[in-house]
């Protein structure tokens, strides 16, 4: 990223030199001229680019979205606040972590699915460590190792593979997704130990 910067400010500032060459004592308005040949010039770059989203299920995704908004503001907002005042941030971090190891399934097969045998290998790293040295993973551990996550999900996978994302489609209570995420996230919820809990 900062090679990306340093090459347009590099020709940025070769530009303005050859503008301002161009340019001879006789002109009237030369710095207004120079400045408008920029403006024109990088405009159109800065440009928000317009993609039309498949939206097929208009009519539901509305209504599921303010379903979604209802249930947000009225039931799991104030839920959350409740939450958040009952138990101290320490343990809600030690939650967190420990409903994220559960994770490891999904995370470790799909890195091999997409052949990120480095990624799945850490992640089999994170979920031993966590597990044992973090208390079931209420602790992190791994983290402060420099173990960093890589949460691939199955609509991930079909992505590398080349899936398109399909339309767009507005889930109950988790909102916005597309069709391809969806299929990936009922291929994720067998291989989730959270899914057979209650079992």
Do not use: W
């Amino acid at each position: 990223m900062r090679y990306l910067i340093l090459v347009f400010v590099t020709l940025f500032f070769l530009g303005c030199s050859g503008k301002i060459d161009a340019i001879t004592p006789n002109e009237q308005n030369s710095s207004v001229a120079v400045s408008d040949s920029f403006e024109d010039e990088f405009e159109s770059e800065f440009e928000e680019e317009k993609h039309e989203v498949s939206d097929p299920l208009v009519g539901y995704n509305r209504a599921m979205t303010a379903f979604n908004d209802r249930v947000y503001r009225y039931a799991l907002n104030p839920a959350a606040k409740g939450y958040a005042f009952m138990v101290p941030q320490p343990a809600r971090v030690g939650v967190s972590n420990f409903f994220s190891n559960l994770k490891f399934p999904i995370h470790f097969t799909n890195n091999l699915l997409q052949l990120k045998f480095d990624n799945s290998m850490h992640e089999l790293a994170r979920f031993m460590i966590n597990s044992t040295v973090g208390v079931l993973g209420f602790i992190d551990v791994a983290e402060y190792a420099g173990i960093e996550p890589h949460e691939e999900d199955f609509g991930q996978t079909l992505g590398h593979y080349g899936v398109g994302s399909g339309f767009h489609l507005v889930l109950p209570f988790l909102g916005s997704s597309n069709l391809r995420d969806t299929i990936g996230l009922g291929v994720d919820m067998y291989a989730s130990p959270v899914d057979y809990m209650h079992q």
